[in-house]
């Protein structure tokens, strides 16, 4: 009765798991590729408080992935100090956000929330929060800027808030190529993380531009609008995510964190 019992708390308190994801990590994740050890840190996360008995067969069928497969991840999770492990206890101790900010220096306080539904398409939600990030700075900036200036109206800052982004810098922000950021993009917007809008420049081209615009793969396209040929810049994108806060690093260093 009692294993019943404690399966379905377990079971019960995995949907109800929410948490804060420092940008700083999500940014990270990406760089280095490693969605899918995350995932598997964000599953177990979500089945403790910070301390879980490695169960290895029971936590390779929670986990839904193979028993080698979860071996490497726990392999590689270790060695970044994200999970730690007692071979005596047989013990996981799953380090919190916290910990892994002060770890890695990681100073900034801005967070994305996530659920347990986030896990099955984390790449798109880790680049959301990438882009989201950069939306968020922008709209600061410009209100700051428009707070300084009385009389100025602050409607198209309000949510939501819609900025052009190019591909490139996404590309740099989470160090991907091109083509593999516009596919994140692609996700992202699908799962509704950001949203898009056609980005349409109306202006006359002459032909030996038309040409070359064509030519160049990563460049912008001839597009033709109503009044005639259209230069297409970067898309305007909107943020769909939830921001929160993290503690401040010197109250960190005061805590006693796992």
């Given amino acids: 009765m009692a294993s019943k019992l404690q399966n379905l708390n377990f079971h019960q308190n995995n949907i109800s798991f929410k948490t804060s994801i420092p940008i700083d990590v999500c940014k990270y994740v990406l760089r280095h590729r490693l969605v899918n050890q995350f995932r598997t840190y964000l599953m177990l996360k979500s089945m403790c408080d910070s301390k879980l008995k490695h169960d290895h067969e029971r936590l390779s069928k929670e986990l839904a992935i193979s028993s080698k ?5 726990l392999k590689e999770l270790i060695k970044l ?9 047989k013990m996981l101790f799953i380090r919190g956000f916290d910990r892994i900010r002060l770890t890695y220096k990681f100073k900034s306080r801005t967070a994305i929330v996530c659920t347990k539904n986030d896990f099955k398409h984390l790449s798109a939600f880790l680049f959301g929060a990438a882009i989201s990030n950069i939306l968020r700075a922008k709209k600061r900036e410009i209100w700051r800027i ?22 490139s ?3 740099k922000v989470v160090d991907y190529s091109i083509e593999g950021s516009m596919k994140l993009k692609a996700k992202a917007e ?7 809008k056609e980005n349409i420049e109306a202006r006359s081209q002459d032909l030996l531009n038309i040409i070359y615009h064509k030519k160049n793969p990563y460049g912008n396209l001839i597009v033709r609008c109503r009044s005639g040929i259209g230069f297409q810049r970067p898309d305007f994108i909107s943020s769909n995510m939830k921001f929160s806060r ?7 260093n005061n805590l006693d964190l796992v």
């Fill in 69 to 73: 497969t979860l071996s490497k991840h």
């Fill in 81 to 89: 100090n994200w999970i730690g492990f007692d071979s005596k206890s």
């Fill in 146 to 167: 428009a707070a300084t200036k009385p009389g100025v109206a602050f409607a198209s800052i309000r949510h939501p808030f819609y900025f052009e982004v190019a591909n």
């Fill in 169 to 171: 810098y996404m590309a």
């Fill in 190 to 196: 699908k799962a509704g993380y950001i949203s898009t």
């Fill in 246 to 252: 993290r503690k401040k690093i010197t109250t960190l």
